[in-house]
């Protein structure tokens, strides 16, 4: 019992960490790019990734945690795939409307439903289905203005779908399968993702900023800002893989949308950005679907541990009873009298 609430405090912590973290590198990024004209999104991620790496390599030398080894295929493509997924997203961005790249994340949801159902057989009730429905509408409502399409744009959403799925399932599957804890994995896959990241980085931001990251002048605050940004970017990618690894990629997605309705919160009361009825109502319907969803998780988590403890009793039930084996222990006493010496 003492575990079990031990672990329940732990994934609480790990998504008030992600929470926390994440709404602070956004406000924190939105005052680097918009008030100081920072747009290098992509080679940013690459510098976050980094200085994440540096960091946990001096945690590591100074024992605060031991290194499990992996096998290095894993982790550079499981690596390589984080590191696409986000230039992928970066790249949705700057070929789609704010709007149906609002769309693109928000359909992650559905489709790491669908691969989890699909190759690791799990289910999800029609309830928690409702509650991720209703979760969606009111991000939707509360954050899509406008939906323009183009053919090029639809294909890297697509993309980006398809490989942050992949990747956020990978980081729950390689914990469980393998198990390593998240620190362990981010520590070792880190160097893959900031690599490619780092090569890739100054060519897609130059692509779709047309301005070079060599160039930019960077003054003391900016300087600064980057540095809180990187600092802050650790708790954020420490927290993305505890809270993947400690409940899912689907419960990972939803705590991602609860972020953005935080942002646009924080938005319109810090930085008086224009907030309308349909965010309010948005926001609402999207925190109502957040609830619903952690109830009915809850429900159906302790459903499946009073099932497995009931099957546990009914296990030990089945053993030999406890008198036919004093009978054996008895007629073994017997046999060992007859042999010893007098």
């Given at each position: 019992?003492?575990?079990?609430?031990?672990?329940?405090?732990?994934?609480?912590?790990?998504?008030?960490?992600?929470?926390?973290?994440?709404?602070?590198i956004v406000i924190c990024n939105k005052a680097l790019m918009t008030n100081l004209g920072f747009p290098f999104a992509t080679t940013?991620?690459?510098?976050?990734?980094?200085?994440?790496?540096?960091?946990?390599?001096?945690?590591?030398?100074?024992?605060?945690?031991?290194?499990?080894?992996?096998?290095?295929?894993?982790?550079?493509?499981?690596?390589?795939?984080?590191?696409?997924?986000?230039?992928?997203?970066?790249?949705?961005?700057?070929?789609?409307?704010?709007?149906?790249?609002?769309?693109?994340?928000?359909?992650?949801?559905?489709f790491t439903v669908l691969l989890e159902t699909l190759f690791f057989n799990k289910k999800f009730s029609q309830k928690i289905k409702?509650?991720?429905?209703?979760?969606?509408?009111?991000?939707?409502?509360?954050?899509?203005?406008?939906?323009?399409?183009?053919?090029?744009?639809?294909?890297?959403?697509?993309?980006?779908?398809?490989?942050?799925?992949?990747?956020?399932?990978?980081?729950?599957?390689?914990?469980?399968?393998?198990?390593?804890?998240?620190?362990?994995?981010?520590?070792?896959?880190?160097?893959?993702?900031?690599?490619?990241?780092?090569?890739?980085?100054?060519?897609?931001?130059?692509?779709?900023?047309?301005?070079?990251?060599?160039?930019?002048?960077?003054?003391?605050?900016?300087?600064?800002?980057?540095?809180?940004?990187?600092?802050?970017?650790?708790?954020?990618?420490?927290?993305?893989?505890?809270?993947?690894?400690?409940?899912?990629?689907?419960?990972?997605?939803?705590?991602?949308?609860?972020?953005?309705?935080?942002?646009?919160?924080?938005?319109?009361?810090?930085?008086?950005?224009?907030?309308?009825?349909?965010?309010?109502?948005?926001?609402?319907?999207?925190?109502?679907?957040?609830?619903l969803y952690s109830y009915f998780c809850s429900v159906a988590s302790k459903s499946k541990q009073a099932s497995s403890e009931s099957?546990?009793?009914?296990?030990?039930?089945?053993?030999?009873?406890?008198?036919?084996?004093?009978?054996?222990?008895?007629?073994?006493?017997?046999?060992?009298?007859?042999?010893?010496?007098?």
């Amino acid at each position: 019992m003492g575990e079990m609430k031990s672990m329940q405090m732990g994934v609480i912590g790990a998504l008030f960490l992600s929470v926390a973290s994440s709404v602070s590198i956004v406000i924190c990024n939105k005052a680097l790019m918009t008030n100081l004209g920072f747009p290098f999104a992509t080679t940013l991620t690459s510098w976050h990734l980094m200085v994440t790496y540096c960091t946990l390599h001096v945690a590591y030398k100074l024992n605060f945690f031991e290194n499990k080894p992996i096998d290095v295929r894993t982790v550079v493509l499981f690596g390589l795939l984080n590191g696409i997924s986000i230039g992928l997203l970066n790249l949705s961005l700057g070929f789609n409307s704010i709007g149906f790249y609002q769309m693109t994340k928000l359909a992650i949801i559905p489709f790491t439903v669908l691969l989890e159902t699909l190759f690791f057989n799990k289910k999800f009730s029609q309830k928690i289905k409702f509650s991720l429905f209703l979760l969606l509408v009111g991000v939707g409502i509360a954050s899509i203005t406008d939906l323009q399409l183009n053919f090029v744009g639809s294909v890297l959403s697509l993309l980006a779908i398809a490989t942050t799925c992949v990747g956020q399932i990978l980081t729950n599957t390689i914990q469980k399968r393998l198990n390593v804890t998240s620190t362990q994995l981010l520590y070792q896959s880190a160097p893959f993702q900031a690599a490619i990241l780092f090569v890739s980085g100054p060519f897609v931001d130059k692509y779709l900023t047309r301005l070079n990251v060599f160039s930019f002048h960077y003054s003391p605050i900016v300087a600064g800002f980057i540095t809180l940004s990187c600092l802050i970017a650790v708790s954020v990618n420490f927290s993305t893989f505890l809270v993947i690894g400690k409940t899912s990629p689907v419960t990972y997605q939803v705590l991602g949308h609860l972020k953005t309705c935080l942002v646009l919160a924080f938005g319109y009361t810090l930085l008086h950005d224009p907030f309308t009825p349909r965010n309010i109502a948005g926001i609402l319907i999207a925190v109502l679907g957040m609830l619903l969803y952690s109830y009915f998780c809850s429900v159906a988590s302790k459903s499946k541990q009073a099932s497995s403890e009931s099957t546990f009793l009914g296990k030990d039930r089945d053993t030999t009873p406890l008198l036919g084996q004093e009978k054996e222990n008895h007629h073994e006493a017997k046999k060992l009298d007859k042999h010893s010496p007098v």
